[in-house]
């Protein structure tokens, strides 16, 4: 593996960006905190995952952290400071969350979770939004809002599709920590690996992304995705109908098909 970065993004406090191996890794890097989440915090994240998407040097996009903890949601002083928001304050700062969170969603590189420590609250958004997620057995998950009297609004958009109502519910509305076979139960997580192999593992399937799946096919996968649920039946089977036969003529799915039909091994990353 080379561990060399191709391509760096500067001035950051509170995270890390590089890509090597065609994988962009973006890192919170504020462990004395367990990496909570503030208006910095979230504007640096917005930054970096713009940097990410537009990288050429990078594919494939990794979500990590540093430290025993990879987030614990929103910082305490944040937390404090929030009291004193009037509604227009709240609203700008809300939405400044929600871009980030529509932000990942949507962006046109598949995002993997690394998560080697427990993720809570606002950082058990940021897993939830990811692509995949890699998950250490020992983590724990869990949306704590109710707890204290706030609400987990903003992951409730994403968390009902990706898991469906009934345990939306369950989470949401106990704010029970669960533990990371839960969660994977759940659909959560995709896979739990020991720490001691998590990285790798991540790695790996990352590369296997990148080496074995189409970029193009993979970035229109996921516009499909985030779509259709919007769309009344026969609109999703039409707008699916249009994707299908734009796919079909481009440069990716001919090269695809002619090593298919040729019996050649076909490598994406160069």
């Known amino acids: 593996m080379d561990n060399m970065p191709t391509q760096e993004l500067e001035a950051l406090r509170y995270i890390r960006y590089e890509a090597r191996d065609a994988i962009g890794y973006i890192t919170l890097n504020r462990p004395e905190k367990r990496n909570a989440l503030s208006y910095d915090v979230v504007s640096e994240l917005k930054e970096a995952f713009e940097f990410a998407e537009e990288d050429e040097s990078c594919k494939v996009i990794v979500l990590r952290a540093e430290g025993a903890v990879f987030c614990a949601g929103a910082d305490l002083g944040y937390i404090q400071e929030l009291q004193g928001f009037g509604y227009t ?7 400044h ?3 980030l969170f529509h932000q990942i969603y949507t962006l046109k590189k ?3 979770g690394q998560v080697q420590g427990h993720a809570l609250a606002g950082g058990c958004g940021l897993a939830t939004i990811c692509d995949f997620a890699f998950a250490v057995p020992e983590a724990k998950f869990g949306y704590t809002e109710v707890k204290i009297g706030f609400l987990p609004a903003i992951v409730s958009v994403f968390l009902v599709r990706k898991i469906g109502e009934a345990r939306t519910k369950q989470l949401l509305l106990t704010g029970d920590v669960i533990s990371a076979q839960v969660a994977a139960e759940f659909g959560l997580v995709n896979f739990l690996v020991p720490k001691e192999e998590l990285a790798e593992k991540v790695y790996a399937f990352a590369r296997r992304l990148c080496v074995e799946n189409s970029g193009q096919s ?3 996968t996921k516009e499909m995705l985030a779509r259709i649920p919007e769309m009344p039946l026969e609109d999703s089977l039409r707008y699916a109908a249009q ?3 734009e796919a079909r003529g481009s440069l990716d799915c001919r090269r695809g098909i002619a090593a298919f039909l040729n019996k050649e091994k076909i490598t994406w990353d160069n």
């Open 97 to 99: 969350l929600m871009q």
């Open 243 to 245: 994707m299908n036969a």
């Open 110 to 112: 598949v995002v993997i």
């Open 89 to 95: 304050d709240n609203l700008a700062d809300s939405t």
């Open 218 to 220: 993979m970035e229109l």
